[in-house]
């Protein structure tokens, strides 16, 4: 069997790229894909949704820009949170 040239497909990225096609641009679906990745990696889906909803404008649109200060701002509670790890990165 041979492999098909490229980076591997990431199925949830796929489906973002599906639902957005026609709204964002392929750069401002990878800025939410990374914050979604830290927000859900570092605090769990639960904070993952309430980020999402805290950026979500009254005519339903998602603020990316507000949603990457939101993945931003769990990056600095968990360096804050955890002093003994900065020496690891």
Not at 3 to 14: C, D, N, S, T
Request: charged share 30%; net charge positive; glycine share 4%.
């Amino acid at each position: 069997m041979v492999r098909r040239p490229g980076r591997p497909k990431i199925a949830h990225l796929e489906r973002l790229r599906e639902l957005f096609q026609h709204d964002w641009s392929a750069r401002t679906i990878a800025r939410f894909w990374r914050a979604s990745r830290v927000i859900n990696g570092l605090d769990g889906n639960d904070a993952l949704l309430a980020a999402v909803q805290r950026c979500t404008r009254p005519n339903g649109t998602i603020n990316v820009a507000a949603f990457e200060r939101e993945a931003d701002r769990a990056i600095m509670q968990w360096v804050h949170d955890h002093p003994d790890h900065e020496d690891e990165a």
